[in-house]
């Protein structure tokens, strides 16, 4: 399963705004604090409001990847009136839908947030959720409702399925849900409960209502876990600054994940190292390392103890992490991420470039581009360097047929404000790497107006 759009309404800079994710390297350019950052911070609320690691919140503002402060500092305008809302799109390859024995080629999703006074963080409105195969859609909607019981508000919750029978064939569970449905001896709605994260439940039924409740809640988890392998399966992320190296680290069992600051980068190149298994997984490392930088990665453990160095390629010569330039320790991490992200896993990035050489930044764009055959990418960026790189990598691919990278596979886009309003635009690239159009006025143009000044144009 994977995203391929996702919308944000009324959520921190963006009234309203869809991102297209089909390609393989995306690349967010524009002005500082137009927004570029937000985007990224979405996917990464979402992914650890999914992630296993959250056992309660409907919406986790607050967790390890990503900090967002009250409802007040996200919403759009700062107005906490205001609900908000992430829409998105999954693709379904696999086409079934194991655990409820339902096909389903695509799922769209509509997961509404309010204020809620008491915690000053979101609570969850609704959620909805349509399944579709050709022409055929089925809905589940969660919807709440307030009720005024014991001398305060509660919030009641609401599942409803609609069409599900069109994709009754060949579903044993549709024609149990069907069934079950029919014979429930209710006329009221069920109310459920949330009471935890996204676990619904109610109590106080009859036999078949039970069932028929249970269905319902089957429904509910099989959506739920869809959002989590799109969001925490589906996206890894390494923020702008790097963890500043140490000389030695205790070593952890991370293999698959450097952590978001890169702080597990030298316990998942030791045990890359001592994995035989793993061991090729380390030598790409190295082998990207050293296009970048002409340098090697030795990594050391003993007991619980771990120690990265750095060798030079044309000498016996070596120095601990920590010793050598920042520029270093700062690119490592991303390298580790790359080679170890899984299949068509989205690694997001903020300002891959920062402390790096204008030459080691292009050589950085072939990395990413020659990446897209089984990786993809998010990626913020301030540096003409890296996207140049990308152009070039596209040129070269198109000079020599590979197929490596296409133009098809990037998109560009370019946020910017207008009178307070912002506005996204995909700079189109054609088929050589060539821009289709100019970039717009201030940017990627410095170096050309400084010419201009000193030649006394």
Known sequence: MHLISLRLVNFKKFENIEIDLTKRLILLVGPNSVGKTSIIKAILALKQTFSNENDHDVFNARGSLVDLGTYKDYIYDHEIKKDFMFSG??????????????DVEKISFDINYGFNGESDQAYLIGIEFNFYKGNDKFTLNVSSKKNYKNGKNELDYVIEVKNIERF?????????????????????????????????????LSH????????????VDECIKSLKLCFDDGFSYI??????????SVRNSYSKYVGASGENTASVLTNLYNHQGQRQKFNKINEDFSFLLNKKVDAKSAGELTKIRILNIDGDSSESISDVGFGISQILPIV????????????????????????SQTKLAKLFSTGVQSKKFLIETHSEHLIRGVQLAIHDSYKKQDGVISSADVSIIYISENDGALRTKNMKIDASGKMEENWPKGFFDQAYKFTMIMLGA
């Open 336 to 359: 580790t991420q790359l080679n170890i992200c899984e299949k068509d896993q989205r690694l997001i990035l903020e300002q891959p470039e920062l402390h790096l050489h204008p030459e």
């Open 208 to 219: 078949s209502e039970l069932f028929y409740s249970k269905l319902n809640q089957s429904l």
């Open 168 to 204: 009754a064939k060949n579903s044993m569970f549709v024609d149990f849900f069907l069934k079950t449905q029919r014979e429930s001896l209710s006329k009221n709605k069920i109310l459920y409960k949330l009471t935890a994260k996204f676990n619904l439940e109610t109590s106080r």
């Open 89 to 102: 799109v999954i693709d379904n390859p696999g086409g079934n839908l194991n655990s409820i024995d339902i």
């Open 239 to 248: 923020g702008p600054i790097r963890q500043r190296p140490e000389r030695f």
